[in-house]
């Protein structure tokens, strides 16, 4: 079965640019999750999807979006970059329903460099 | 607010010298805590969820264990291809898939 593919795998953008990242979940998983990881910060929680729908969204401001289609792929997409936007997007998919399911499944990951 | 403390941030071994790892956690609701292995450049990879408090699972050198308040990452006889960033993560009850992470514990094992 294959993993979650994110596309692409580097990006380098100018501040006040806009990027679209791009994920595949694994196949019959239905939920989402995008993170921002930055060497500062770790871990940090963008927003999730769950059957084209955003379920849930962490502290970011609203120049990040995202979506997902029906496929349930997903794009996350950056308005207006900074420089402190520079980190490593990561993409993650999750099946639903029950005990043992909640586990996340991680992509390698975008890194976005904003200069 | 849902919060991780991971230490030791850094963690030097020599092979075959045991060890743990600690994360502390304050949650609304345990729905479980995960932990997660990184290298460099990559995404995290699944290890393992516990769910409650007693409540432990092994594999290969590693176990990791769970009270009320906190979790341990044993390492049993580390090799240098355990070397690492552990993560830990709780995610809270209800429907969403939020995570909330600590930020890692750098492994290195030296022969």
């Known amino acids: 079965k294959a993993g979650v593919t994110q596309t692409p795998r580097y990006l380098i953008k100018t501040r006040g640019q806009q990027v679209t990242l791009s994920c595949s979940p694994i196949?019959?998983?239905?939920?989402v999750s995008w993170y921002q990881q930055t060497p500062g910060q770790g871990l940090q929680f963008l927003f999730e999807?769950?059957?084209?729908?955003?379920?849930n969204k962490g502290n970011f401001p609203g120049r990040f979006s995202g979506r997902q289609f029906s496929n349930s792929r997903s794009e996350m997409n950056v308005s207006t970059l900074e420089l402190g936007d520079s980190a490593l997007y990561l993409c993650?998919?999750?099946?639903?329903?029950?005990?043992?399911?909640?586990?996340?499944?991680f992509g390698s990951g975008t890194q976005l460099s904003v200069l | 607010e849902d919060q991780v403390t991971q230490s030791p941030e850094a963690l030097r071994l020599q092979e075959g010298e045991s060890s743990s790892l600690n994360c502390s956690y304050t949650?609304?609701?345990?729905?479980?805590l995960f932990w997660y292995r990184q290298d460099p450049g990559k995404g995290p990879e699944f290890l393992f969820t516990?769910?409650?408090a007693g409540e432990e699972k092994e594999k290969e050198r590693l176990k990791a264990t769970l009270t009320k308040k906190e979790s341990f990452l044993h390492i049993t006889a580390p090799k240098p291809e355990d070397s690492a960033t552990y993560l830990c993560?709780?995610?809270?009850?209800?429907?969403?898939?939020?995570?909330?992470f600590g930020t890692g514990t750098r492994l290195q094992v030296t022969l």
């Open positions: 993650a998919s999750s099946l639903e329903g029950g005990r043992g399911n909640e586990k996340l499944f």
């Open positions: 196949s019959g998983h239905r939920s």
């Open positions: 999807y769950f059957s084209e729908t955003q379920r």
């Open positions: 949650v609304s609701g345990l729905r479980g």
């Open positions: 516990l769910y409650s």
């Open positions: 993560a709780v995610r809270p009850g209800g429907t969403a898939s939020k995570l909330t």
